[in-house]
């Protein structure tokens, strides 16, 4: 049985990993999708983008979460049943009817 691991934990992992290492810091700025599916079997949809930035002493960032009212009424059902899809990565209890990805499960 894989690891499951929470958001929390598998970007605890990255930072770490990037922290010593700064090839791999520069691959995951650059191809985070790649290097998240070799490292740690995590598979992304083909169809999502996801953005890897690095804060510096001078600049921060503030990331603005999806906005519930602009979710679909399939992602508003699974949200109501404490479940939650995101990015193909589970996020809440994962009931049956939403299919686990083949990876790590990624919980909140």
Known sequence: MKDILTREQL???????????????????????????????VQLPPDLELKVVAETAKVKYLVLPVNPDELTDEQLDSVAGGDFMLFGLCIGKCSPKIEKPAGPTIRP
């Open 11 to 41: 970007q605890a992992k990255i930072v770490e990993k990037a922290w010593q290492d700064e090839n791999f810091k520069k691959e995951v700025l650059a191809n985070p999708g790649k290097v998240i599916a070799n490292e740690f079997g």
